[in-house]
């Protein structure tokens, strides 16, 4: 199963809205959704894996392995296309 997981901070303003895409497209499409915070040590690491500048990011993983897919807030067509 693809297990998306998005890298956010507190304080950043277009966060939640990556949060709110992911969790509505998850009513429809089977995946996990994790979120990490980018100061925590997962997401420290996250961060320094994929070189990682701005968030929210988007880091999926499936059959292929795990990549970054997505630095800021995808549009719902991009989103969906990854989790169908």
Do not use: H
């Amino acid at each position: 199963m693809k297990k998306i997981i998005l890298v956010t901070t507190e304080t950043c303003p277009f966060c939640p809205m990556a949060k709110i895409l992911w969790k509505k497209l998850q009513k429809d499409y089977k995946f996990e959704f994790e979120e990490v915070n980018a100061y925590s040590e997962k997401g420290r690491k996250l961060i320094e894996k994929y070189e990682i500048r701005a968030v929210p990011a988007t880091i999926i993983q499936d059959e292929k392995g795990e990549r970054l897919a997505f630095v800021g807030v995808p549009s719902e067509e991009e989103a969906k296309k990854e989790v169908m």
